[in-house]
């Protein structure tokens, strides 16, 4: 490669589909050949004729040195191609997690969506890409942006028969009203996913809390992920007592019941931040209560 640049030849030379060699190298996993390029001063952002631009490219590849060389050399990081579609979404479609977390510390815009209104959280959820899942979450998705077609991401996990997905999801508010195709509930039912649907039934109204307690991996976090919540979510009244629904949801589920044996250790960890939890949640209403309405 470097014999033929020195010899003349054109960087940006492309074939009949608008590939240019920048785009073959990282397509096909050849960072040396990238640096060398770019280098020669190949256009970091030339796209093929279906818009495909070589950071697409590498990250639907999982080409993780290539994407950082090119991010380096200053690709546009929510260049999309014809259709829409972004690195991230790519990276996240085929659970690139760590090509995605590159993406969204290079300023990625993580709720750009397609051409359908598909997001990189909905095309995460829907290929059970967990820790993609969980990624984008935490960079503040917005977890019930739906499809053009009405179709949210926890209606897709359901769809598709993603418990675990469905599970993160619900615990970051993922609404389970009906789309036009039915609720999150009734897909899982159609689809013959038993366990989830039968999950579905039984978390019926829970609380963030309740899903914390319920589920080790998120116990064994802690309640980092609560911390920004406003406290009315943890604080919502019950319609028939009036009483907040976290204080008993504190009382009547029992974590270490819930847990496997072999997550014991860590889940202690995280069932102790939550009694921390139960302890500060009466006591800030309390303090609430204290100054009357506003």
């Known amino acids: 490669m470097r014999l033929l640049l020195e010899g003349g030849a054109s960087v940006g030379a492309a074939d009949g589909d608008g590939a240019t060699a920048l785009l073959l190298a990282c397509a096909g996993g050849y960072p040396e050949i990238a640096r060398l390029l770019l280098e020669a001063d190949a256009a970091v952002g030339q796209a093929r004729n279906d818009g495909i631009a070589p950071l697409l490219r590498a990250c639907q590849e999982g080409r993780f040195d290539i994407v950082r060389l090119l991010l380096e050399a200053s690709a546009a990081v929510n260049q999309a191609k014809d259709d829409g579609t972004t690195p991230l979404y790519m990276a996240c479609q085929e659970g690139h997690l760590e090509i995605a977390r590159l993406l969204l510390e290079a300023g990625a815009a993580v709720n750009q969506a397609d051409a359908g209104g598909v997001t990189p959280l909905y095309v995460a959820s829907q290929n059970s890409h967990l820790e993609c899942v969980r990624l984008l979450l935490k960079t503040s998705a917005a977890v019930n942006q739906a499809k053009d077609d009405g179709a949210t991401p926890l209606f897709a996990a359901c769809y598709e028969g993603h418990l675990e997905v ?11 009203a009906a789309t036009p195709f039915g609720t999150p509930e009734q897909a899982a039912n159609r689809e013959g996913h038993a366990d989830l649907a039968a999950w579905l039934v039984a978390s019926r109204g829970w609380t963030p809390l309740q899903h914390l307690e319920a589920c080790p991996r998120l116990a064994a976090e802690g309640v980092s992920a609560l911390s920004s919540r406003p406290l009315h979510l943890f604080c919502r009244r019950s319609p028939s007592s009036g ?3 976290c204080c008993a949801a504190a009382r009547t589920l029992q974590p270490a019941r819930l847990l496997p044996s ?8 995280g069932a102790s931040r ?9 006591q800030s209403r309390s303090a609430l209560s204290s100054r009357g309405p506003r």
């Open 274 to 282: 939550i009694r921390l939890l139960r302890e500060s949640v009466p």
């Open 262 to 269: 072999s997550g014991r250790a860590s889940s202690a960890r």
């Open 243 to 245: 009483r907040g629904r």
């Open 166 to 176: 469905a599970k993160l999801l619900s615990f970051h508010g993922a609404s389970r």
